[in-house]
């Protein structure tokens, strides 16, 4: 084995591991072939200082500083070399015939959900966007405080739907366009809040105060101009420090001596604290942001991260698990464990490449195996074309087949990957109508 920089990386090297975090580079530590240019250029340019290499299997040589084990004139592997080996045949795997039955056998194992909550999850989204609605004119008009109590039909609709299945109500949200974004943004939060209750243990009343905390965050920038919430460039500082009233706002609309309403409001004015010290309003640091508050602030900046916002695109939700994880210095990090834990390293939706060299879907969480979702496969790389959807749980395969890297679907020329993935993770509705 020799560890190589970077900087000194050549394909047809093979990888054995990498240096650092996962957090750190688009590939899981697992042993590759460096085979595509495209992947030398990621792991150039990642945030990890080098590698391991085994000599033996690589088709190039280490630097030759680097080793004396290996000869000066051993021959540099030739494009069509490369090549072969990119395309060399995978150990065939059992194909799960359309006669078998379905795996709902499957269904006690943790993380492998029933997909046909998708069903049910379209349902409580139409029902919960339009309630939100109400209930957030309603703030407006100076009725907050009843419009807190009369949510909980609402967050338990969501709640239930989070029990059911974590995954489906969470990945439809996803799928919304920017006019939806405010409505729909509280009711992802207000899912991804009682997710994370639920991952923390905490007893089913905080749960249920968590989802309702999460649902009402962002009703401060009810009382805001529209044209602020919609510019599609960068704010100036006057516009950030006006963007930034929203938390106050909110809490002052909702603020009451009830229980409930006291977290609501907490969770209002506290949402942008960070836990180094550098949020607003009031620059809290640490243990001096409740819970409650930490816990939105995760959450709130996923669902932000992976939607589409006015002033960019959304990214990918592994990549948005990714960038949080480097700036775990502005959370708790061990809720922000909890909450990765929650959703998956890969999240529900997530395109990955396989070792395989297929593309796939991400459609349900091992939640004691993050490494290894379960995916289904669509495209060949190596053939550049699309393949019969096959379902792999690579938690019960794991020696043929794994997971190498997170992608972005615009490299592959998939220009709405949400909706695309959304077919993927409703296909097994239509077989079972089949």
Known sequence: MIRVRKEDLRLGMFIQALDGSWFDHPFWKTKFLLAEMDDLRALQSSAIDGVWVDEEKSLAPAMTHLTASKSASTPVPTPR??????????????????????????????????????????????????????????????????????????????????????DALITLVRVRTLDDYSYLHSIAVSALMINLARQLQLPPNYVQQAGTAGLFMDV????????????????????????QRHAVLGADAVRSSTDLGKIVTD?????????????????????????????????????????????????????AVSKMYKLKHLFDESVLTKFIRSIGIYPTGSLVRLESRRLGCVVAQRHDQLTRPVVRVFYSIPSGAYLPVDEIDLAEEPALDRIVAREEPARWGISDWEKFALTILQRQKAKRAA
Do not use: W
């Open 267 to 319: 969770v209002c004015l506290h949402h942008h604290e960070r836990y180094d010290g550098t949020g607003y309003p009031h620059r809290l640091k640490g243990d001096e942001i409740s819970l409650f508050a930490r816990m939105a602030g995760i959450c709130d900046t996923y669902d932000a991260l992976a939607s589409d916002r006015p002033h960019r695109p959304a990214r990918s939700p592994a990549d």
């Open 81 to 166: 070399q490369q090549l072969l080996e990119e395309l060399r045949p995978q150990p065939r795997r059992r194909i799960k015939r359309d006669s078998e039955p379905p795996r709902e056998e499957q269904s006690a194992v943790e993380g492998v959900p029933d997909f046909d909550e998708f069903d049910t999850a379209e349902t409580v989204l139409s029902d919960c966007k339009a309630a939100v609605g109400e209930l957030f004119a309603r703030i407006e008009t100076g009725d907050g405080v009843a419009a807190i109590e009369d949510a909980g039909p609402v967050v338990s609709g969501i709640a239930q739907s989070v029990e059911r299945n974590p």
């Open 220 to 243: 401060g920038k009810a009382f805001l101009a529209p044209e602020l919430l919609s510019k599609p460039g960068f704010y100036s500082a006057a516009e950030r420090e006006e963007m």
